[in-house]
Each structure stands twice: as C-alpha cells, then as structure tokens.
C-alpha cells in the first residue's frame, strides 16, 4: 500500500481545500458536527434545503458526482480523485447523505440501462441534488431475499400496471424518482423472472407512508403501489432481466455506504477520557483499556483495509468483494461500542438530551440506530456468505428453491 499522494493527487488534494474553504457553508460547521447518528443536524435550516444549497455550489463549480461524465453533471475525475474529495470535504460530507441512494446507487443504474436521452434529462438534476431519488428494492416477505419479491407489474398495451408494496425505502417521502424492481413472470424461475423500471414518486397510485423508529427519527418508508401506471419507456433492462440491472445497484450500493459508516471509537475514545468511574476516569481502568485496545486494532484493521481499496482505486483497480468486510466489522463494532457506552454511563445512560447527556448522548442514538445498519445494503449474513463464497472461495449454500418456478415455491406455514 501507498499512502502518499503523487504529485497529481497532490495538486486535485490542494484545489479541492482550496475550493471547500472559500465556499463551504461554515455557518452549519457547529451544527453538523454536534450531529447524532442516523440524523443530520443543520441547526434552524431545513436538512433538506441545506443540503440541496451545498449540492447545487458543488455542482456548478464541477465538484458534484465527480467520476460521472461531464455531459451528465459530472466531472470524468478518477476514483482515488473522488476519495481526496470525500477526504477533504469532511464535515460538510454529511449534507450528501440525502444524495447517497440517488448518486451513488440509482445514478449509476439509469446511466447503464437508461436511453441517452433519459441520462441527458434526468442524471444532471440527480447530480445537482434538483431531483432525489430512492430505491424501491426490500419487501416484507422477503426480507434480505430480493429474489423472493412479489410486487406485481403486468403489461397492458404500452404501459405497465403495477401492485404490491415496499418496505424500508430511504429517503421516500422527499425522494422526486425511484428505481423499482418488479415481479412480471412468476411461472420462471425467481431469479429469472423480474423487471426493472423508474417512476416518478408523485404517480398516481403511490403512497408513501413514513415509519416512526425507535430513535425517533423516520428516515424509512412502507410504499404501496395501487394500480400504478407507467410507460414501458420507463423500463431498464429487458424483461425478464431484472435480476442482472439489480446487480449493478446492489454493487453500487456497497461500494457507496461500505466505507462511510461510523464505528463510535474516536466518541468512546473522547468519552472514556472523561467520565467518571469509580474514584477516577474511565481511560484509567484497566477493563476499559483492555476494551479500548481491542477496538483500536480493529479500527487499525478498518482503516488498513479502506486503504487497500484506496490504493488499488490509485492503480485504476476495481476494489472486490472484500470491501463486504468494512460494513460487517464496524456495524458489529458500532453496536457493541454503544452498548458499552451505555453500561459505563450507569443509570445517566437514560438521559438522551444532547445537551444533558454525557458524550452528548451519541451513544444513545448508536444504538438505536445501530440494527438497521446491521441490515441495510445487505445484513451481516449475507456479507458473510459473499466473504465466504467470494473472496474465501468456500461452497454456495444450498437452495432448495433452486430453478423452481417462483408461483411454485411452497409459502406459509
């Protein structure tokens, strides 16, 4: 591994810190860094408008989506230009979590399977953050199965009518489009019989309905889709063929959250320095240490293997597989670092005012939040089965519903 810049990297680093000093919106500097995990705090300003301001500046400067070409809002940079980016962005990193789904999932589907005048209309605005897309994937019967979805789409002259429901969609009640994928042949394999389409979220039939969470907070969504009509023009990929356009989002989507979850050391870190324990600090006491060299080796272990794919991005190399191991560790890390945090702070570890609280209650809303991040864009057993199967080279898993005809597979009790 190289963790030195060369001397082009160096140059994109400088104008790239340059640029973000002149024209970040400092004022929010305070806010976004006081922000608890799973929220975005921009102070008295809408999240929403905040980030869509700093996008639309990124934008017009050539800053935004930077490895899409020019023509769609883009700025045809390298991977390794787009981490010195994300490197030097920083704090204000937190005003595109709202874009995260659109660019760096949805973004890079329509730009494989979309007409050129369906990129040329649509990917710029994505780009801009004008337009926020979502994607409609998870189901409740079918949990981490993808495959398994039922959501109906059945073709009527030019159009198709779609029915059924999704679960645990991002980002629906502010998203303009999503990427939806759909059931159209159910005598075929359940692999072999699916669709992919984009539809605007303000099409009659669409109803959004926001899930409250334990934290809160209602980031996820339950859509259901009543008769909803939309043109076959709509369509990514051939029929039948949903399954493969599916891949490339999936992929797109590990490779854009893998690498920006929290794991709560550098927090646990700064609280174990001052809270009370007994008749002295926390840092002081040799479990807590013990527990803190634990998490130091694999927070090591982390950055060591982000760097890997940093260098391997540097060389023009597709990073594999083995990035699954990023958002397997520091999910695990994250909860279990929460969970201590709280056993620590006693009965204080009740009082989630970030005013009151000590750590200003981060740990409280780390795990809250932590499950989900144990299961969105693929839970821990299913990053497991990729290791294994992937990068260990061990055994599929036995499928009993292998090649069977989805309308065919048992369900029920």
Known sequence: MDFNDTAEEAAFRAEARSWISANAPKHLHAALSSSTFGGMNTGDEDPLEAAKRWQKKKAEAGWATLMWPKEYGGRGASPIQSVIWGQEEG??????????????MCGPTMMAYASEEQKRR???K?????????????????????????????KVGDEWVIN??????????????GILITRTDPTVAKHKGMTMFFLNMKTPGVDIRPIKQVNGQSGFNEVYFDNVRIPDAQRLGAVGDGWRVSLTTLMNERLAIGGSISTGFPEMQALSAVLPLARDKAANDAAVRSKLADWYCKAAG????ASR????????????????????????MMQDIAKYAMDLQGFGAVVNNPQLAEGSARFQAMLLRS????????????????????????????????????????TGN
């Open 164 to 177: 059924g429901q999704k679960i645990w969609t991002s980002g629906a009640q502010y998203s303009d489009y």
């Open 91 to 104: 704090v204000y990193g937190k005003l595109g979590g709202m874009f995260i789904i659109g660019q760096g």
């Open 371 to 410: 499950p989900a991040v144990r299961i969105e864009g693929g839970t821990d057993q299913i990053l497991r089965n990729i290791i294994a199967e992937r990068v260990l080279g061990l055994p599929e898993d036995m499928r009993a519903d292998k090649g069977v005809p989805f309308n065919k597979i048992p």
């Open 122 to 124: 649509y990917l710029p």
């Open 126 to 154: 994505l780009a801009s953050g004008e337009e926020v897309w979502c994607q409609l994937f998870s189901e409740p019967p079918a949990g981490s199965d993808l495959a398994g979805l039922r959501t109906r789409a059945e």
């Open 309 to 332: 794919a940093i260098s391997a991005l540097s060389r023009g190399q597709t990073p594999g597989p083995e990035n699954s191991i990023g958002k397997l560790v520091a999910g695990g």
């Open 302 to 305: 982390l950055r060591n293997t």
